[in-house]
Nanobody, 123 residues
Framework: QVQLVESGGGLVQAGGSLRLFCTAS????????VGWFRQAPGKEREFVAT???????????DSVKGRFTISIISRDNTKNTMHLQMNSLTPEDTAVYYC?????????????WGQGTQVTVSI
């Protein structure tokens, strides 16, 4: 079982920056892919960024490429921490941001989500 806790959301003006953190506990995250989705009011949850825990391979949604950076800042098995640096924010980035972790085994997919953290970008 993996527990994910997000932090770092808040209110920022357009053009500003925010950092989100996701702390994972409960198991080692080797072989997991972790990342972020977001959901704006009245919209479906959408992919933001992902990183493979063991290899560091990253992937980004086109809407955030060049502005957001995902990284792993701690691989301590008791406190694994992932970071999302968000720069040049626009009001369109306003959403609840969710941290997730997924591992696909032969017959089972392990999928975990955090509770979400609000990011609000004002004009």
């Amino acid at each position: 079982q993996v527990q994910l806790v997000e932090s770092g959301g808040g209110l920022v003006q357009a053009g500003g920056s925010l950092r989100l953190f996701c702390t994972a506990s409960g198991t080692t995250l080797n072989r997991y892919t972790v990342g972020w989705f977001r959901q704006a009011p009245g919209k479906e949850r959408e992919f933001v960024a992902t990183i493979y825990w063991s290899g560091g391979i990253t992937n980004y949604a086109d809407s955030v490429k060049g502005r957001f950076t995902i990284s792993i800042i701690s691989r301590d098995n008791t406190k694994n921490t992932m970071h999302l640096q968000m720069n040049s924010l626009t009001p369109e980035d306003t959403a609840v941001y969710y941290c997730y972790a997924v591992r696909r085994a032969i017959t089972t997919t392990y999928n975990y989500w955090g509770q979400g953290t609000q990011v609000t970008v004002s004009i």
